[in-house]
C-alpha cells in the first residue's frame, strides 16, 4: 500500500490524524502531512478509513 495527499485540497478536517496518528499530521495552517508514504501493515484499516473519511478526498490509497 502507498498514500498519496493533494495538500492543495485540504480543509484541515484532520481526520486523517484521528483516525491514522502515525501516518498523518497536520501543519500550523491544519494541511495535512504525510508521515509515511508506505504504512506499516498494521496501519492499513486506519489508513483506509481516514482515506473514506476525508471530507475533500485529498488523500488517496494505492493498493500496489
Known amino acids: 500500500m502507498r498514500v498519496?495527499?493533494?495538500s492543495e485540497?485540504?480543509?484541515?478536517a484532520g481526520q486523517?490524524?484521528?483516525?491514522?496518528?502515525?501516518v498523518f499530521d497536520q501543519d500550523d495552517d491544519g494541511v495535512v502531512v504525510l508521515l509515511?508514504?508506505?504504512?506499516?501493515?498494521?496501519d492499513a484499516d486506519a489508513v483506509?478509513?481516514?482515506?473514506?473519511?476525508c471530507p475533500s478526498g485529498s488523500i488517496?490509497?494505492?493498493e500496489d
Open 4 to 6: 498519496t495527499v493533494d
Open 9 to 12: 485540497r485540504c480543509v484541515g
Open 16 to 22: 486523517c490524524v484521528l483516525n491514522a496518528p502515525s
Open 36 to 42: 509515511h508514504e508506505e504504512p506499516a501493515a498494521q
Open 48 to 53: 483506509h478509513e481516514a482515506g473514506d473519511l
Open 60 to 62: 488517496t490509497v494505492h
